[in-house]
Structure formats: C-alpha cells, structure tokens
C-alpha cells in the first residue's frame, strides 16, 4: 500500500503540473487561474492541491522550477556558452539571454510567479540563486564594481512584468528584445566610458 501511495502522489503531482502549465499557457490573465480550475483540470481534489504543494505559490514555484530545470541543467553542468567552463565576459550576456528566453517562452507562468505570495520578489529562492550566480561572475570581470547592484540591475532586464509590457503593449518583437538585452548588457559589462567624454 505505501509502494501504491507514492506512485499514485507521483501521477497527481505530474497531472497537477501538466494542467496547472495548460492553464496559465491559455489565459490571459495569471490570476484568473485558480487552484479550484487546477483541481478540475487535473481530475483531483483541491484538498490533493494543497498537502502536495501547500498553496498556489507553492504551486506555482514547482511548475517553475519544472520548467526552468533544463536551463539549471545546462547552466550548472552544460557545454558552453552557458555553463561553468565559459569566461565570465561570454557567461554572463548567454545567463540573461537564456532567462529572457525563459520568460518569452512562459509569460503567463513567470508573471503569476513573481505576482504571488507577500514577500518580497528578491527574497525568492530562485531569484536569490540566480543573483548569487550573477554576481560571481561579475566579479571576475577586470573594471567592474558594486557586482552586486549590477546583478539586481541585470536581473531586472529580465522581469516577467517588463518583459510582459514589452511584449504586449509595446509589441516589442522577440529578436528585437533579445538584441536590445544582449546591447545592454555589453555596455554595462565594458564598463563606464574613459577620457573626455566622461565629464561631459
């Protein structure tokens, strides 16, 4: 029975996570989707939803992660440009553009997650790891300082509710957002301009 158990919590949680990204993949708005529609859509009962996952911000963290996984994967062991092998002047513009491809590809995911819960934004695990990971990196690039303000600074670039606007309301197209990230990033990282045209 216990051997059952398990693989029945495993079948819910997989059928909870495919309905949950069905969902916010067909709405319009992230908070028109409730844990009541996830059930529905699952076939199982909101009491399932709530011991596997505590809440919708629970919830939404794990379709998250689930999403995100295959980016983890290549960022902490992957070939190069994005994992650990790569200078840190290549490393960094492939991060921001791999998490600006995240957010584009799972708009209505990434904005429920970052709109849920009380908490600070920047007090999210994910959120902190990826920071941590910034800035480390930003600290092996000659010239630069304050590695921690750029990578909160980097980091916004990419923010569900920025790339959200410009995507939807500013129809900003998709290889046009990502050239903008990668020209941004390339000035931030080469540092403040020398000579004279510095004082002006």
């Not at 980016?71 to 092998?85: D, I, K």
């Not at 849920?116 to 930003?138: C, F, I, N, T, V």
């Not at 690039?141 to 600074?153: Q, R, V």
């Amino acid at each position: 029975m216990p051997e059952r158990s398990r693989r029945d919590a495993v079948r819910n949680r997989e059928a909870v996570l495919t309905a949950a990204d069905e969902l916010f993949a067909r709405c319009d708005c992230p908070e028109d989707v409730t844990m009541a529609d996830i059930a529905a859509a699952a076939g199982v009962g909101k009491g399932t939803l709530f011991r596997a996952f505590g809440d919708r911000a629970g919830l939404l963290r794990a379709l998250y992660e689930a999403r995100l996984e295959p980016v983890r994967t290549a960022v902490e062991a992957g070939p190069p440009p994005l994992g650990p092998t790569t200078p840190p002047e290549q490393r960094v513009p492939a991060l921001l553009d791999a998490l600006l491809c995240f957010k584009l590809d799972n708009r209505r995911l990434s904005l429920a997650l970052e709109e849920s819960g009380s908490d600070s934004p920047y007090q999210a695990e994910h959120y902190e790891r990826w920071h941590g990971l910034l800035q480390a990196l930003l600290e092996q690039i000659p010239g630069l300082t304050d590695s921690g303000f750029a990578a909160h600074a980097l980091l916004a670039a990419t923010r569900a509710d920025l790339v959200e606007h410009l995507t939807g309301q500013e129809r900003v197209p998709r290889e046009q957002a990502r050239a903008q990230l990668a020209n941004w990033v390339t000035r931030v990282l080469s540092g403040p301009p020398q000579g004279p045209t510095a004082q002006n």
